[in-house]
């Protein structure tokens, strides 16, 4: 009788960590299989809309921003369960917090405005390769749906030489990650040593920031532009270096 006193409750134990669903839940997204939110009902709620959203690509051991939207649905109790395959997850704020290593919400939620946003950070991995991101969400107890798979490519950048090595043209390459929340890369080249001047443009063409403007040896460089303080949208970045003139687009998005 005692050791079936003790069975049960384990198992009950192991039953309310596994369906935990006010205090967060993991191992319920596409990364382990296809059954979702099957203690709450067995099929997907169509209505329920899950997204997530952030850079499509991150250089090695670079930090980047994400969130997963829900909307749809009676936005009364709303859960997450996010995974990854590679790279590390981490929590933004209080909206979410780590269990076995897979974000997921703390208590439940409700819509502010329609929707509930969760904020994490996803920490890529030190080699080249892929990440990909999982998530699932519920909008009440008997409401919920999977995310689209999101892909993150993981690279470095390219066409930038090695320190020692002369450049044989001017360049300006896309910013990295593009779109990108709230730091991004821009790199560029000049062969010969002069002034450089870096700009940071709205896309009315007004002036947001200058980032460089000074004598510059030949050589590679990069640097990094920070946009917390700006709204969401297409900027532009311009190099003038000794009669050499290129610009390009780049998206904030939050």
Request: aromatic share 10%; net charge positive.
């Amino acid at each position: 009788m005692k050791n079936f006193c003790l069975i049960t409750i384990v198992l009950f134990s192991f039953s309310a960590s596994l369906f935990g669903y006010p205090g967060g839940v993991s191992g319920y997204t596409k990364k382990t299989g296809n059954n979702g939110c099957y203690c709450h009902t067995s099929s997907t709620t169509s209505s329920v809309i899950v997204s997530i959203k952030g850079p499509v690509s991150l250089q090695p051991s670079q930090i980047g921003d994400y969130t997963v939207t829900v909307s749809g649905g009676a936005g009364t109790a709303v859960g997450v369960d996010i995974a990854a395959v590679g790279g590390t997850l981490q929590t933004s704020d209080a909206n979410l917090k780590t269990m076995n290593s897979e974000l997921t919400h703390p208590s439940k939620r409700v819509f502010s405005g329609g929707q509930y946003v969760f904020k994490f950070k996803l920490t890529a991995p030190s080699i080249t390769g892929k990440v990909t991101l999982y998530a699932t969400a519920c909008s009440k107890k008997s409401q919920w749906n999977f995310a689209s798979n999101f892909d993150v490519a993981i690279e470095s950048v390219t066409g930038i030489n090695e320190a020692n090595t002369t450049p044989a043209s001017f360049q300006l390459s896309q910013n990295y990650p593009n779109p990108f929340n709230p730091t991004t890369t821009m790199a560029y080249q000049i062969p010969s040593e002069g002034l450089v001047t870096l700009n940071v443009y709205d896309i009315l063409g007004n002036e947001i920031t200058t980032l460089v403007n000074e004598r510059k040896a030949k050589g590679s460089y990069t640097v990094v532009f920070d946009a917390s303080n700006l709204a969401n949208g297409m900027y532009l970045y311009q190099l003038k270096a000794e009669g050499y003139v290129s610009t390009k687009k780049m998206i904030f998005l939050k």
